[in-house]
């Protein structure tokens, strides 16, 4: 899926973040940003109708090419006021098919129509996965966290415009 296409994408992070971003050079900004995992949220809206199996599979795939070492995770689901941990040994794939079960839970089977809401909270601890506006659960992985944060802000980034922006923003 060509993000710049199907999706829009907007990052969103604390001041904390832009002061010591405006502190340094934009290569040590870029840096900084894909070094450590700031708490950052990541919402994509949906441009055009696309089917759930593809766009979960999509996420997945940009993340897991950015996965490292394996961690412990523990997964978090939300249904009806009802909150289930499930402690897994994460091997980077059970991360992922974790990452592409909240996704498809959010969309309930249904393809992901235009206006669609992803939004992906990552901090230090994991990230938290909602579909328009309803948290699907949070996945305790930093290794998974800081991956997804990488799909938009390493230098094979899908979003070139979003990074540049980022970093332009912040050094002002």
């Known amino acids: 899926?060509?993000?710049?296409?199907?999706?829009?994408?907007?990052?969103?992070?604390?001041?904390?973040?832009?002061?010591?971003?405006?502190?340094?050079?934009?290569?040590?900004?870029?840096?900084?940003?894909?070094?450590?995992?700031?708490?950052?949220?990541?919402?994509?809206?949906?441009?055009?109708?696309?089917?759930?199996?593809?766009?979960?599979?999509a996420i997945a795939?940009?993340?897991?090419?950015?996965?490292?070492?394996?961690?412990?995770?523990?997964?978090?689901?939300?249904?009806?006021?009802?909150d289930i941990d499930i402690d897994i040994d994460d091997n980077n794939?059970?991360?992922?098919?974790?990452?592409?079960s909240l996704i498809l839970g959010g969309m309930n089977e249904q393809p992901a129509k235009k206006g669609t809401e992803f939004r992906f909270d990552c901090t230090r601890e994991g990230i938290e996965v909602a579909v328009n506006g309803q948290s699907q659960g949070t996945i305790r992985s930093p290794n998974l966290a800081k991956a997804f944060c990488n799909v938009y802000l390493d230098e094979n980034t899908?979003?070139?415009?979003?990074k540049s922006s980022c970093l332009e923003y912040c050094q002002k």
């Open 1 to 57: 899926i060509n993000p710049n296409k199907i999706y829009s994408v907007g990052m969103y992070a604390n001041e904390t973040l832009k002061e010591s971003m405006a502190e340094r050079s934009s290569d040590s900004s870029a840096e900084l940003l894909q070094s450590s995992t700031p708490p950052a949220t990541f919402l994509l809206k949906m441009n055009f109708k696309v089917g759930s199996q593809k766009m979960a599979n």
């Open 61 to 82: 795939e940009s993340v897991g090419t950015r996965t490292s070492t394996a961690t412990t995770a523990t997964t978090t689901t939300t249904s009806q006021d009802i």
């Open 93 to 100: 794939h059970s991360s992922l098919s974790q990452l592409k």
């Open 158 to 162: 899908v979003s070139p415009t979003l």
